[in-house]
Protein backbone atom coordinates (compact mmCIF):
# COMPACT_ATOMS: atom_id res chain seq x y z
CA UNK A 1 0.00 0.00 0.00
CA UNK A 2 1.12 3.68 -1.22
CA UNK A 3 2.36 5.64 1.79
CA UNK A 4 0.27 8.67 2.35
CA UNK A 5 2.82 12.01 3.22
CA UNK A 6 0.70 12.47 6.53
CA UNK A 7 1.50 9.19 7.78
CA UNK A 8 4.88 10.81 8.59
CA UNK A 9 6.30 12.32 11.45
CA UNK A 10 6.14 16.32 12.01
CA UNK A 11 10.10 15.96 12.51
CA UNK A 12 10.34 14.03 9.16
CA UNK A 13 8.56 16.34 6.97
CA UNK A 14 10.27 19.63 8.31
CA UNK A 15 13.28 17.38 7.30
CA UNK A 16 12.15 17.08 3.97
CA UNK A 17 11.05 20.61 3.87
CA UNK A 18 14.90 21.51 4.68
CA UNK A 19 16.06 19.34 2.42
CA UNK A 20 13.85 20.59 -0.81
CA UNK A 21 15.81 24.13 -0.19
CA UNK A 22 19.04 22.46 -0.73
CA UNK A 23 20.26 21.48 2.91
CA UNK A 24 22.23 18.69 2.04
CA UNK A 25 22.82 17.23 5.82
CA UNK A 26 19.37 16.76 6.15
CA UNK A 27 18.85 14.94 2.42
CA UNK A 28 21.68 12.15 3.38
CA UNK A 29 19.41 11.65 6.49
CA UNK A 30 16.81 10.91 4.68
CA UNK A 31 18.21 8.76 2.37
CA UNK A 32 19.91 6.97 5.33
CA UNK A 33 17.54 6.64 7.64
CA UNK A 34 14.97 4.80 6.12
CA UNK A 35 13.50 7.78 4.36
CA UNK A 36 14.96 7.54 0.51
CA UNK A 37 11.37 8.01 -1.06
CA UNK A 38 11.50 11.51 0.63
CA UNK A 39 15.00 11.97 -0.30
CA UNK A 40 13.66 11.25 -3.98
CA UNK A 41 10.75 13.13 -3.60
CA UNK A 42 13.13 16.35 -2.88
CA UNK A 43 15.44 15.24 -5.26
CA UNK A 44 12.65 14.80 -7.85
CA UNK A 45 10.94 18.66 -7.06
CA UNK A 46 14.14 19.94 -7.69
CA UNK A 47 14.16 18.78 -11.42
CA UNK A 48 16.12 15.48 -10.87
CA UNK A 49 14.83 12.80 -13.62
CA UNK A 50 17.21 10.14 -12.07
CA UNK A 51 14.99 10.69 -8.32
CA UNK A 52 11.81 10.98 -10.25
CA UNK A 53 12.35 7.56 -11.61
CA UNK A 54 13.28 5.80 -8.77
CA UNK A 55 9.97 6.82 -6.90
CA UNK A 56 8.20 5.39 -10.16
CA UNK A 57 10.39 1.63 -10.11
CA UNK A 58 9.95 1.91 -5.99
CA UNK A 59 6.25 2.35 -5.31
CA UNK A 60 6.13 5.52 -4.97
CA UNK A 61 4.56 6.43 -7.99
CA UNK A 62 2.20 8.71 -6.29
CA UNK A 63 5.38 11.02 -5.14
CA UNK A 64 6.60 11.09 -8.47
CA UNK A 65 3.01 11.98 -9.88
CA UNK A 66 3.00 14.95 -7.26
CA UNK A 67 6.81 16.35 -8.19
CA UNK A 68 5.26 16.78 -11.84
CA UNK A 69 2.04 18.37 -10.55
CA UNK A 70 3.44 20.81 -8.29
CA UNK A 71 5.42 21.68 -11.83
CA UNK A 72 1.83 22.36 -13.26
CA UNK A 73 1.59 19.32 -15.27
CA UNK A 74 -2.06 19.12 -16.01
CA UNK A 75 -1.59 15.18 -16.67
CA UNK A 76 -0.11 14.50 -13.35
CA UNK A 77 -2.69 16.66 -11.41
CA UNK A 78 -5.34 14.79 -13.33
CA UNK A 79 -3.64 11.63 -12.52
CA UNK A 80 -4.09 12.40 -9.10
CA UNK A 81 -7.39 13.33 -9.00
CA UNK A 82 -8.46 10.10 -10.96
CA UNK A 83 -7.02 8.06 -8.81
CA UNK A 84 -8.55 9.20 -5.56
CA UNK A 85 -5.06 11.39 -3.98
CA UNK A 86 -7.43 14.09 -2.72
CA UNK A 87 -4.76 15.23 -0.23
CA UNK A 88 -1.83 15.38 -3.09
CA UNK A 89 -4.34 17.69 -4.55
CA UNK A 90 -4.59 20.26 -2.48
CA UNK A 91 -0.92 20.05 -1.46
CA UNK A 92 0.29 20.16 -5.16
CA UNK A 93 -2.10 23.12 -5.38
CA UNK A 94 -0.81 24.41 -1.97
CA UNK A 95 2.88 24.56 -3.75
CA UNK A 96 1.60 26.39 -6.14
CA UNK A 97 0.44 29.71 -4.64
CA UNK A 98 -3.50 28.74 -4.87
CA UNK A 99 -4.98 30.36 -1.21
CA UNK A 100 -8.10 28.51 -1.24
CA UNK A 101 -5.68 25.56 -0.93
CA UNK A 102 -3.63 27.25 1.78
CA UNK A 103 -6.60 27.88 3.52
CA UNK A 104 -7.48 24.33 3.19
CA UNK A 105 -4.42 23.73 5.10
CA UNK A 106 -4.82 26.20 7.52
CA UNK A 107 -8.40 25.22 8.29
CA UNK A 108 -7.31 21.55 8.94
CA UNK A 109 -4.27 23.10 11.40
CA UNK A 110 -1.84 21.25 9.03
CA UNK A 111 0.73 23.49 10.09
CA UNK A 112 3.93 21.15 8.94
CA UNK A 113 2.08 21.31 5.54
CA UNK A 114 1.92 24.96 5.08
CA UNK A 115 5.68 25.27 5.69
CA UNK A 116 6.74 22.19 3.44
CA UNK A 117 4.65 23.95 0.62
CA UNK A 118 5.85 27.60 1.29
CA UNK A 119 9.45 26.07 0.53
CA UNK A 120 8.02 23.79 -2.37
CA UNK A 121 6.70 26.93 -3.95
CA UNK A 122 9.79 29.23 -3.10
CA UNK A 123 12.13 26.50 -4.90
CA UNK A 124 10.00 25.95 -8.35
CA UNK A 125 9.53 29.88 -8.26
CA UNK A 126 13.30 29.97 -7.59
CA UNK A 127 14.10 27.39 -10.45
CA UNK A 128 11.64 29.65 -12.98
CA UNK A 129 13.44 32.37 -12.87
CA UNK A 130 16.75 30.80 -12.95
CA UNK A 131 15.20 29.39 -16.00
CA UNK A 132 15.15 32.78 -18.14
CA UNK A 133 18.19 33.80 -16.13
CA UNK A 134 20.55 34.13 -18.91
CA UNK A 135 23.48 33.51 -16.95
CA UNK A 136 22.11 30.35 -15.29
CA UNK A 137 20.98 28.58 -18.49
CA UNK A 138 22.46 25.73 -19.77
CA UNK A 139 22.77 24.51 -23.05
CA UNK A 140 23.08 20.87 -24.07
CA UNK A 141 25.33 19.71 -26.73
CA UNK A 142 24.44 17.55 -29.49
Not at 9 to 13: F, S
Given at each position: MMKNILEY?????LALSE????????????LTNGYPELAALSNSINSDREAFTWLLNNEFPHFAVLSNAIDGEDNAYQWLVKNNFNFL???AD???????????LKDNK??????LAENINEV????RRDYYDPHKMKFNRY
Open positions: DVKILSITGNKKLFKWLVVFACRGKEKAIEWLNVMIKIEKQ
